[in-house]
């Protein structure tokens, strides 16, 4: 039976989307749930697995091309069987004559085994860079442009320049991150946290906890309980504007901004305030391990009603972070420096973190702002705060 491929129902906040890669060929036989084509949303790269066993008969859609919900992708046939397993046939040895006459082959620079992206490509062609040659670091072992730059070091070429259209994903954050900045009031205030309370209950409990969980015990996961902690106290932190109305939500979904090969993506923890430790650090590592591989789903980064980032991670001391839209505030990490302080009168080292919070001074005032940072910071240096619900 011929049947039709089409581009899924996307949700009400994705409006179209790009056709990246075809992984099959016209004529080629297809098994069930084997990947198509990827598309390349403003959020995720969805990908389009086979319906069931057959062949594709026609593309009518390329790679490149923008596509909406519906639209008409390829043809499909379902009649088709799959082809027998034949016994490989032994090669003939070749002619020492000819092999010793015939040049070298030329290397080129495509092959149907090669998986680039169209930027590493174009770059690849450019360049003159043979593409099988190039180990690539994207997911499935995809060559992205910078692996071919990264071929390219130390060549005459290391001051090649290239112009490549903004991926989606680049596009809509760069949009997101400039209505953010012309739309909120925006305004940062600091504080400083003493990690070594919580450093001291990781060293103590840790391998208990991966023990029992089969998960290594992070800071995130105690950072996102101190922020319900305090967006408890102070709800207009966890509201957010509608026109002329502030909507203030019963629940705490917060994103964690996550670093990808596409770029930053913020998955949600739904319902933040009913999970455990051991819940969030899951939840953390899942979203983690799938943002690196592009499988995030596209309703795991739509909403959210706070948001944390880790700029600590790649080693910021401080920094400003920019509100996610509609949210009204956000919270950044940062390095853990040993730093003197004072204790009691006395000079003391203690691992100490910057922590600093924007906030949409539209919507919240100064006072609820350094306050629920101070609660923040109270909650985790003293953590017993969390348990008591003080």
Do not use: C
């Not at 075809?22 to 403003?42: A, P």
């Not at 149907?112 to 860079?129: E, L, Q, R």
């Not at 930053?264 to 953390?284: D, F, K």
């Not at 949409?360 to 969390?386: F, N, Q, Y």
């Amino acid at each position: 039976m011929k049947i039709e491929i089409k581009v899924p129902q996307l949700p009400e906040s994705v409006s179209e989307a790009t056709l990246l890669d075809w992984h099959k060929k016209v004529g080629e036989f297809v098994k069930r749930d084997e990947n198509l084509i990827d598309l390349e949303t403003d959020k995720v790269v969805m990908e389009l697995p086979a319906s069931e066993n057959g062949v594709l008969t026609e593309i009518v859609a390329k790679s490149g091309d923008i596509v909406k919900s519906g639209q008409l992708l390829a043809y499909f046939d379902t009649d088709v069987k799959a082809p027998e397993a034949t016994s490989p046939t032994p090669k003939a040895a070749p002619a020492a004559a000819a092999s010793a006459a015939a040049p070298a082959a030329a290397p080129t620079t495509t092959s149907s085994n090669v998986k680039a992206m169209p930027a590493a490509t174009k770059v690849a062609a450019d360049s003159g860079v043979n593409l099988s040659e190039v180990a690539g670091s994207g997911r499935g072992g995809r060559i992205l442009k910078e692996d071919v730059l990264k071929n390219l070091t130390g060549s005459s070429s290391s001051r090649i320049e290239e112009r490549v259209p903004m991926s989606r994903l680049r596009k809509r954050v760069a949009e997101r991150l400039l209505e953010s900045q012309q739309t909120n009031a925006i305004l940062t205030t600091f504080n400083e946290v003493n990690m070594k309370p919580i450093m001291d209950l990781r060293a103590k409990y840790k391998d208990v906890f991966e023990k029992k969980h089969g998960l290594k015990l992070g800071f995130m996961s105690f950072f996102v309980k101190a922020v319900i902690h305090a967006l408890k106290q102070y709800p207009v932190l966890n509201a957010s504007i509608d026109g002329d109305d502030i909507v203030y939500h019963g629940y705490f979904d917060i994103g964690i901004a996550v670093s990808s090969s596409r770029g930053l993506v913020v998955p949600i923890i739904r319902n933040a305030e009913n999970l455990t430790i051991a819940g969030i650090e899951q939840t953390i590592a899942d979203f983690g391990k799938r943002a690196k591989e592009g499988k995030l789903e596209l309703d795991e980064l739509i909403g959210g009603t706070y948001s944390i980032t880790n700029g600590g991670t790649f080693g910021s001391m401080m920094s400003t972070p920019i509100i996610n839209p509609p949210q009204a505030a956000i919270l950044g990490m940062h390095s853990i420096k040993e730093r003197v302080v004072v204790e009691n009168g006395q000079m003391v080292i203690r691992p100490m973190m910057y922590i600093a919070m924007s906030y949409d001074h539209r919507l919240i005032d100064g006072r609820e702002a350094v306050l629920s940072l101070v609660a923040i910071k109270d909650a985790l240096e003293d953590p017993t705060r969390l348990i008591l619900d003080i």
